[in-house]
């Protein structure tokens, strides 16, 4: 399975939340996310980093050894009109990765109700946990 992760999922696996048994997961192949979800994702671990006093640095140094693969725009630019259409009055900071999923026809995964009802597989954590079969 190939995933196309939010910035959600993300500071939660960064922090040591649930998301880490999806990203370690043998079944997961590979996840990816756009280069603009991971500016959101270092931009928030430092105000999470205050929240849960750890260094920001530590939170940091976590978010680049995620093991994610960060694709640029220009490889998934041509799927953008359609992702402004379908999500960009929703969340205009999830079309990226909207066009990131719909460029490689992979589900997104986001805790993130935006990405209901747009004609796309979507998972949350606890969906993704339970198709994964660690819980029922």
Known sequence: M??????????SAVIGGRAN???NHPQVHEVFT???TL???????????KKKRIPSDVL?????????????RPLYN???????????RRDPDDVELLALA???RIPVWSNDRDFEDLDIQWFTTEGLLRHLRFIQ
């Open 2 to 11: 190939k995933l196309a992760a939010d910035a959600n999922v993300l500071l």
């Open 21 to 23: 048994l999806i990203l």
């Open 34 to 36: 756009a280069g603009h």
């Open 39 to 49: 500016a959101e994702v270092e931009e928030y671990s430092v105000v999470l980093a």
């Open 60 to 72: 940091l140094l976590a978010v680049a050894a995620l093991p994610v693969t960060v694709v640029s």
């Open 78 to 88: 041509k799927n953008m009109a359609e992702a402004v259409k379908r999500i960009g």
């Open 102 to 104: 719909l460029h490689l």
